[in-house]
């Protein structure tokens, strides 16, 4: 009973104090594909998610990411300037698709359901500080993400408390040493932000799962998964959820190759052996 009312407070304290930060949103302050489509589209799903009572936001995940199944692949679909929060839902790539399904679940488990709270909780996830301040403020890296939203208390990485771990070290710098893949580094002051936003992962020492120990890895529904690489530079190429089909972990994901947001045919650790450039996954779950 006291953990009924435990969760219940605080969960009307934080849904207050989202209300109060949302109210700063305006539909202007988003770029967006089709407004009145994508407001629509998240109040429904909003909605329905927050019907469920779920007991941990994690719990939310995977229904939330399955009410966007077959929603086309698009990357690079936030690009733009200028820098600004941008929520779509018309089509998703694999970050973006993440992304937006933990935001709907945080949102969804206080029991909120308006579009402006889902868009201040999808900002802070998105942005370091959780405010846009031009390109170098997204969270591009993986890792840069999780050390972000771990101290803002949203994630947890459960790489090593899950399985065997093993420790990887990596200078992050795959952008600023490939300016010209990222039309927006033309510009020097993005240029130097991202430079600067790398500085802080020199040498960065990450825990992950080799392909070997995922069976006796402890992956729950709901976990999100990086799937780690070894090209020089970059600490993560992919993103996904875990769910389970007949007692197995596979990927629900925007999937590239697929066209489209799936739940994978392949097992999680046969769709790792099949990409010749990973090494092995990082665990992350989302926090009450």
């Known amino acids: 009973m006291n953990f009924l009312v435990n969760k219940y ?29 994508d407001t629509t589209a998240l109040t429904n799903m909003l909605v329905e998610a927050a019907a469920m009572h779920a007991d941990h936001p ?13 929603k086309p692949y698009a990357g690079g679909g936030i690009e733009g300037e200028p820098e600004m929060l941008t929520v779509r839902l018309d089509s998703l790539d694999c970050t ?22 889902f868009a201040q909780t999808l900002k802070e996830m998105r942005y370091r500080g959780g405010e846009v301040n031009g390109y170098g403020s997204r969270l591009h890296y993986f890792s840069d ?22 420790h990887m070290v990596k200078t992050l710098d795959f952008m ?19 430079k ?16 070997i120990n995922f069976k006796s890895a402890a992956l729950k529904e709901g976990d999100i998964i ?8 970059l600490d993560v190429t992919h993103m996904g959820i875990v ?34 450039k990973a090494v092995g996954i990082r665990v992350i779950r989302l926090k009450d």
Request: glycine share 8%.
């Open 226 to 233: 990086g799937i780690v690489t070894s090209i020089p530079g």
């Open 58 to 70: 994690a719990d939310l995940v995977v229904p939330i990411g399955k009410m966007l199944l077959d």
């Open 96 to 117: 973006t698709f993440v992304e937006s399904v933990l935001a709907a679940a945080k949102t969804a488990y206080m029991g909120r359901t308006s579009w402006r709270d």
């Open 176 to 194: 600023s040493r490939n300016r010209s893949k990222y039309p927006a580094m033309k510009d020097d002051a993005n240029y130097n932000a991202i």
């Open 243 to 276: 769910t389970m089909v007949n007692g197995e972990p596979h990927l629900l994901h925007a999937s590239s190759a697929k066209g489209k947001v799936v739940v994978d045919e392949l097992t999680l650790a046969d769709y790792i052996k099949r990409n010749r």
């Open 196 to 211: 600067n936003a790398e500085v802080g992962y020199r040498s960065h020492r990450f825990a992950y799962i080799k392909p």
């Open 9 to 37: 407070l605080l969960g009307a304290a934080v849904a207050a104090a989202t209300t109060f930060n949302a109210a700063g949103i305006a539909p202007g302050d988003i770029r967006w594909t089709n407004e009145r489509e």
């Open 145 to 166: 993400w999780i050390v972000e939203n771990s101290h803002r208390g949203d994630l947890q990485d459960v790489t090593d408390r899950i399985g065997k771990g093993d």
